[in-house]
């Protein structure tokens, strides 16, 4: 259980774009999701925090106008890096808050690379 | 806020050799803390999940400790191999706040 499908996997898009990310819980309804990203060679940042119904929270030093996240529903979250330059180039991934039973869920990581 | 760190920051190791990785954090009051292996442009492999109520974990070759009092886990792998080349990140769960480490990486040489 715990299955989360996060796409695209990888995408290249041309500087000035908007690209969005989804994370879809599969088996289960996850009220919160966490975002983070890692840069080349670097660890694994947690960028914001989204939540169900309301609005997502930001780690300082993330513009929460570059990206947005919804979280309309309790399957899906999303996060769209808008106007993509090349140093948004990186790889996001989502996790969606700890089960119950204490397990952890990661989606599978999306590399962005903005040309 | 909790703040994690790895030492060192690369290894390079000859095949067959058992080496040591440090995972050092800020605030002992924690969930758990776990180890990922993670390959170049891939995502996370969950290695050993540690409860705060533990002191170790053991998974065939790899065995990970913790000593949450001085903020300290290792990671100890036992006869190392080509395969276990990758970046190995510690991280810590403190109230679902998942914090993580720089990584390791790992070169285990034929």
């Known amino acids: 259980g715990a299955v989360v499908s996060q796409h695209p996997s990888w995408v290249i898009c041309k500087s000035g774009t908007s690209v969005k990310i989804e994370c879809r819980s599969l088996d289960f309804q996850a009220t919160t999701m966490f975002w983070y990203r890692q840069f080349p060679k670097q660890s694994l940042m947690l960028m914001a925090t989204s939540n169900e119904g309301s609005k997502a929270t930001y780690e300082q030093g993330v513009e929460k106008d570059k990206f947005l996240i919804n979280h309309a529903s309790l399957t899906l979250s999303t996060l769209t890096v808008t106007s993509a330059h090349p140093e948004d180039s990186s790889f996001y991934i989502c996790?969606?808050?700890?089960?119950?039973?204490?397990?952890?869920?990661f989606g599978s990581g999306t590399r962005l690379t903005v040309v | 806020k909790q703040e994690v760190t790895q030492i060192p920051a690369a290894l390079s190791v000859p095949e067959g050799e058992n080496l040591v990785l440090n995972c050092s954090f800020t605030d002992s009051a924690i969930y758990n803390l776990q180890w990922f292996r993670q390959d170049p442009g891939k995502g996370l492999t969950s290695l050993l999940l540690i409860q705060s109520s533990q002191r170790e974990q053991t998974s065939g070759r790899l065995n990970a400790s913790l000593d949450k009092s001085s903020g300290r886990s290792t990671l100890y792998i036992a006869a190392s191999q080509p395969g276990d080349s990758a970046t190995y990140l510690c991280a810590v769960d403190s109230d679902n706040d998942m914090r993580f480490g720089a990584g390791t990486r790992l070169t285990v040489k034929p």
């Open positions: 996790r969606p808050r700890r089960g119950a039973s204490g397990g952890y869920t």
